[in-house]
């Protein structure tokens, strides 16, 4: 039953490639913090570093449901 979801479609294409995209882009989110703060930039706080990895995390564990 869970797999069906991941055919449901949207503008043609199905969910399951909308949350590998979204996923794509918290990652690079939580990559661009991570290298921020490394070098020393605080413009985003560490907790947000992590907030980002729990909320890619979500994101791919709900992706890869979808597809398989």
Do not use: C, D, E
Request: hydrophobic share 65%.
């Amino acid at each position: 039953m869970i797999a069906s979801l991941g055919y449901i479609q949207i503008f043609n294409r199905p969910i399951a490639v909308y949350f590998g995209i979204a996923t794509f882009f918290a990652l690079l989110v939580t990559v661009t913090i991570g290298v921020l703060l490394r070098k020393g930039y605080r413009i985003v706080p560490f907790p947000w570093h992590m907030r980002m990895a729990a909320i890619t995390l979500i994101f791919a564990l709900i992706h890869v449901t979808l597809v398989i």
